[in-house]
């Protein structure tokens, strides 16, 4: 069953003539992007409604829900940003607030402002060894959970840097509480398909969530902006669900993107076990050939501490800068970019992340592979002062506090004044302030700006980092609520 590429195959090869959206008449102006222009239409007879699916979208839904082991899926065009949003609106009519991980992306604050919604933040596990977040921290989720009345949890895991929280136990206690559990597993849409098998950390739809959010084109091969969101048991409303999926997603879904979904769940459905042998190998000889380094190192299960980290997907390669090296994980991404030709995902200040999935290939692995160990040997000439004994890194927690004092709605709407960002201390921020990537704030709306924000912001700076959100920070200004 490939419906999409059956349906768009007719249209492809039929004398049918577009009076209908999309503008370009299936006439390609780009030669290069010939089949997709052929294939680009529009609700028109026989092509079912994203919005309203009866027909092949309906089935192609099943299937994806079938494959992942959810009630029901949903196909989404607007990335997971729009099923973000979407799943926190369908969970916030309830009374209660929200109980949200602190480290979440951006979509899930965008939501808070869209539904009032005020929110408890639990911050992310953290130790002076890793130079990033760990799992959300379930004691305090318990804790917080007895003691409040929340309408339901949203959290994200995998994180960026592949870093699993214990959704199962987080689940139980929200679920004997009644609450729903929404996970942004944004990262993770291949642990719905391969996770679970002692290699691969179970996907949050096994574990029990109740919402979950995944880009099929971040880890599966699927285009941009592509998604799907699964729903499990009864807590949250669907029908609240299905109507905001209509509002946050396209009046005119692109049906090349629906296709590509369809494309890469089928591709992986019908080649599952072989996409995973080979990947997993891939995976373990990187991981075993890379444990030697000296001046670089890459995040593992086995050098993670259990107090850190509840689980880890390998699939994502963290590759760390020991303390005793004078290099940022910019100037390591720039040098893998210009003398390897290897473009990393992201470049953070003391690591970097490449992003690996089933359609890797070896020779990829191997330049990767060749790049670190050159670049580790070269590096031993770059030791720095700040030697340490075990060669990990000292961190300052990877995420600065700032308490909240309003709601991102009420601090958005109130009378703002600028300020050069230094003398903003203590002022409560009009705006978001955000790294890019990986698109977490670091300061939300009505957070108060500490002086441990403002060092936090300057370290990043200087590291060469990409600081977004204010609409004058390339002037270093940003909006606070007015005192007056
Ligand atoms: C953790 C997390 N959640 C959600 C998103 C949004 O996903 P999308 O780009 O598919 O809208 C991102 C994007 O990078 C992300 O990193």
């Given at each position: 069953m490939k419906t999409f590429e059956n349906k768009l195959d007719q249209i492809e090869n039929s004398n049918l003539y577009p009076f209908h959206m999309p503008g370009h008449k299936r006439r390609p102006i780009n030669s290069q992007l010939a089949s997709a222009y052929v294939r680009d239409i529009t609700e028109i007879d026989g092509f079912d409604n994203l919005h309203h699916p009866t027909d092949f979208i309906r089935l192609e839904e099943e299937f994806a829900a079938k494959l992942f082991g959810a009630d029901e899926s949903f196909y989404l065009i607007n990335g997971s940003s729009c099923g973000i949003l979407a799943a926190i609106q369908s969970i916030s009519n309830a009374p209660g607030r929200l109980l949200v991980a602190r480290n979440?992306?951006?979509?899930?604050?965008?939501?808070?402002?869209?539904?009032?919604?005020?929110?408890?933040?639990?911050?992310?596990?953290?130790?002076?060894?890793?130079?990033?977040?760990?799992s959300a921290c379930v004691d305090q989720i318990e804790k917080m959970i007895r003691q409040g009345s929340y309408a339901g949890v949203v959290l994200t895991s995998p994180t960026y840097e592949g870093i699993v929280s214990d959704i199962e136990k987080i689940c139980a206690l929200a679920h004997s509480y009644h609450i729903p559990v929404v996970v942004d597993e944004a990262h993770g849409a291949h642990l719905g398909i391969w996770g679970g098998d002692g290699f691969f950390p179970k996907s949050a739809i096994q574990c029990?969530?109740?919402?979950?959010?995944?880009?099929?084109?971040?880890?599966?091969?699927?285009?941009?902006?592509?998604?799907?969101?699964?729903?499990?048991?009864?807590?949250?409303?669907?029908?609240?669900?299905?109507?905001?999926?209509?509002?946050?997603?396209?009046?005119?879904?692109?049906?090349?993107?629906?296709?590509?979904?369809?494309?890469?769940?089928?591709?992986?459905?019908?080649?599952k076990h072989e996409l995973a042998e080979a990947y997993k190998k891939q995976l373990e000889d990187f991981y075993n050939k890379t444990i030697s380094l000296k001046n670089l190192y890459l995040f593992s299960n086995q050098n993670m501490q259990d107090s850190f980290a509840y689980d880890f997907d390998p699939g994502k390669l963290v590759i760390c800068i020991r303390?005793?090296?004078?290099?940022?994980g910019k100037q390591l991404g720039c040098l893998f970019r210009e003398k390897y030709q290897l473009q990393m995902e992201m470049e953070?200040?003391?690591?970097?992340?490449?992003?690996?999935?089933?359609?890797?290939?070896?020779?990829?692995?191997?330049?990767?592979?060749?790049?670190?160990?050159?670049?580790?040997r070269e590096l031993s000439d770059k030791l720095s002062d700040r030697k340490r004994e075990n060669g990990?890194?000292?961190?300052?927690?990877?995420?600065?506090?700032?308490?909240?004092?309003?709601?991102?709605?009420?601090?958005?709407?109130?009378?703002?004044?600028?300020?050069?960002?230094?003398?903003?201390?203590?002022k409560i921020s009009a705006e978001f302030i955000y790294l890019y990537p990986p698109g977490i704030p670091l300061i939300?709306?009505?957070?108060?700006?500490?002086?441990?924000?403002l060092d936090y912001l300057t370290e990043k700076d200087d590291a060469g980092l990409s600081i977004q959100g204010p609409a004058k920070i390339d002037q270093g200004i940003i909006a606070c609520v007015s005192d007056e």
């Open positions: 979440c992306h951006k979509s899930v604050f965008n939501a808070l402002y869209l539904t009032g919604k005020e929110a408890d933040y639990v911050y992310p596990e953290w130790n002076e060894t890793y130079p990033f977040n760990g029990g969530a109740d919402i979950v959010i995944q880009s099929t084109h971040k880890t599966l091969p699927a285009m941009t902006q592509t998604a799907l969101l699964h729903v499990q048991g009864d807590l949250v409303d669907r029908k609240v669900l299905k109507h905001h999926l209509t509002i946050f997603q396209s009046s005119s879904p692109s049906y090349i993107l629906m296709e590509s979904i369809s494309d890469a769940l089928h591709f992986c459905a019908e080649k303390d005793n090296i004078d290099m940022t953070e200040e003391h690591y970097v992340i490449a992003m690996t999935s089933v359609m890797d290939t070896k020779e990829g692995f191997q330049r990767l592979l060749t790049a670190l160990w050159e670049t580790d990990y890194i000292t961190k300052k927690r990877p995420f600065p506090y700032s308490g909240t004092r309003l709601t991102i709605r009420d601090a958005m709407g109130s009378q703002s004044r600028e300020y050069i960002l230094k003398d903003a201390k203590d939300v709306p009505g957070e108060q700006i500490t002086q441990e924000v």
